[in-house]
């Protein structure tokens, strides 16, 4: 069974940083999306970034307009971590952000909307003060 659980979280000073990761045990990296995702209150979830494993190699990296130049998503040393490094923090990335994955996507066309993702995390709270 796939479980994903998110940390890293917490709140920050605009201008600031923080790292989050996914942890994604009971999952298999073939050729698949994994990407983050954010919710904040009164807003639609937004996909803030996504990467593509071709044969469970980093592919292609895809990011939100809104993120571009700040925000760097990556796999960790473990393969099935995840990481989101988020600089220069703006009061408008304060949300629950949700680490997610899919089953076999046969492009990196196919990791750009929430339903293309057959997993996801519970969420961890990012909070930027201004």
């Known amino acids: 069974q796939v479980h994903l659980v998110e940390s890293g979280g917490g709140s920050v000073q605009a201008g600031g940083s923080l790292r989050l990761s996914c942890d994604a045990s009971g999952y298999t990296i073939t050729s698949n999306c994994m990407g983050w995702f954010r919710h904040a209150p009164g807003k639609e979830r937004e996909r803030v970034a996504s990467i593509y494993f071709m044969y469970s190699i980093v592919g292609t990296t895809d990011y939100a307009d809104s993120v571009k130049g700040r925000f760097t998503i990556s796999q960790g040393n473990a393969a099935n971590t995840l990481y989101l490094q988020m600089d220069n923090l703006k009061p408008e990335d304060t949300a629950m952000y949700y680490c997610?994955?899919?089953?076999?996507?046969?492009?990196?066309?196919?990791?750009?909307?929430?339903?293309?993702?057959?997993?996801w995390g519970q969420g961890t709270q990012v909070t930027v003060t201004s």
């Open positions: 997610a994955a899919s089953q076999y996507r046969s492009s990196p066309g196919q990791c750009r909307q929430a339903s293309d993702y057959d997993y």
